[in-house]
Structure formats: structure tokens, C-alpha cells
């Protein structure tokens, strides 16, 4: 079965950008039937989606976080990444990520996550 | 935007007790609504897609139900492995947009 694993920096400085990769093991991230997801959990918040993207290179952005994130695919190492600009301590969250099927919006599987701290 | 929210934001009950969370949308989302378990300390789970369809692998004390603006879940008989935060989540494939609700934090008495 397919399982997603995140990657990156656990702290972050102030203004710098945040970097994160996922990591698609038993099963191919170009397979075309699925978009690949970020979404953030910041401590005592819910849930919020950051954005998606398909194998060919199509991207989905949260528009609150749109000028601010880049999600990118590297399908030769079957791997998608986060880039989030600029970032503040309102930044600090869990971030996973997930994949959601083509033509529907629920997330499975999921990664299991990784903490990011924005701190000087 | 359409807004969620969730009834309670937290509950106690015993194991076996029946338990039932409420989700709201601000409008009409037909079935577009989905549900998540997060344990402590793990990542969420799907449970139900599209408000009553039970996701791979999930007990069947766990069901989902309603359309439109208000959503439940329900499980029939709480589990010890049932303690986590159950989310909401609505969505909206034309933007696409994903909402998730704030959550409703379920433990035992």
C-alpha cells in the first residue's frame, strides 16, 4: 500500500523559506490518478489545507497562502515538495502530506507528519 | 466561503457508550463532506467520504449520515481506541477549496 513520508528542516529563521519534501513509497507519483496534497496543523488550530499538485505539474493553492507557496513534483524520484515563503512564528505547525484521489476531495493516505518551528 | 463548524468541541463518554458529533455548513454542500479520526500524537485518518460512505478498513460502529447543512457521525459503541479528535472536512472540486472544522475532542468519563 502506498505510504507518504515528509522530510525537512525542523527550525526555521524568521523571513527565511520553509522546505519540505514527501516521499511516495508503494506506488508511483505519476501514475495520473491522484493529486498529492500539503495541509498544515499550527498548535491549538485545526486543520488547513495548503494546496495540491497533479503529476504533470498542475497546482492548487489555499488563496489565503497562494502568494506565498510553491508545490513542486519530481516524479524521477517520486517525491513532491513545499516551499513556503517568508514565513513568521504564525508559521510553526505539523505539516503533512497526503494524497487525494482524481475528481474527489477527501485525503488517504497521509503522511505522519513533520514539526516545523519558525524561530531565531 | 462556507464556513464549519462542529458540536461539541469535546465529550466524555464510556466505553460502549453510543457517541454522535455534529458538523454544520454555512450552505447547502450536498454530500460533500467528509471525516477524519486523529489519535494523539498520529496524523488524521479518513473515516467517511462523501457523509455516509465508510472509508477502507474502517470499523463499521463508525457511520456518517446527512446532507445539505448538517452532517453526524456516529459511533455506536465507543472502542478504547476510539479516544482521538474527529474532524469535518467539506470540499469543493470547481476551486477546489478544503475546509476542515475545528474539531471535537472525544475521551472517556
Known amino acids: 500500500q502506498v505510504q507518504l513520508q515528509e522530510s525537512g528542516p525542523g527550525l526555521v529563521k524568521p523571513s527565511q523559506t520553509l522546505s519540505l519534501t514527501c516521499t511516495v513509497s508503494g506506488g508511483s507519483i505519476g501514475s495520473g490518478a491522484y493529486y498529492w496534497s500539503w495541509i498544515r496543523q499550527r498548535p491549538g488550530k485545526g486543520l488547513e489545507w495548503i494546496g495540491d499538485i497533479y503529476d504533470s505539474g498542475t497546482t492548487f493553492y489555499n488563496p489565503s497562502l497562494k502568494t506565498l507557496v510553491t508545490i513542486s513534483v519530481d516524479t524521477s524520484k517520486n517525491q513532491f515538495s513545499l516551499k513556503l515563503t517568508s514565513v513568521t512564528a504564525a508559521d510553526t505547525a505539523m505539516y503533512y502530506c497526503?494524497?487525494?484521489?482524481?475528481?474527489?476531495?477527501?485525503?488517504?493516505?497521509w503522511g505522519q507528519g513533520t514539526l516545523v518551528i519558525v524561530s531565531s | 466561503d462556507i464556513q464549519m463548524t462542529q458540536s461539541p468541541s469535546s465529550l466524555s463518554a464510556s466505553v460502549g457508550d453510543r457517541v454522535t458529533i455534529t458538523c454544520q455548513a454555512s450552505q447547502d454542500i450536498s454530500n460533500y463532506l467528509n471525516w477524519y479520526q486523529q489519535r494523539p500524537g498520529k496524523a488524521p485518518k479518513l473515516l467517511i467520504y462523501d457523509a455516509s460512505n465508510l472509508g477502507t478498513g474502517v470499523p463499521s460502529r463508525f457511520s456518517g449520515s446527512g446532507s445539505g447543512t448538517d452532517f453526524t457521525l456516529t459511533i455506536s459503541s465507543l472502542q478504547p481506541e476510539d479516544i482521538a479528535t474527529y474532524y469535518c472536512q467539506h470540499y469543493d472540486n470547481f476551486s477546489p477549496e478544503f475546509t476542515f472544522a475545528p474539531g471535537t475532542k472525544v475521551d472517556f468519563k
Open positions: 497526503a494524497r487525494r484521489d482524481l475528481g474527489e476531495g477527501w485525503f488517504d493516505p
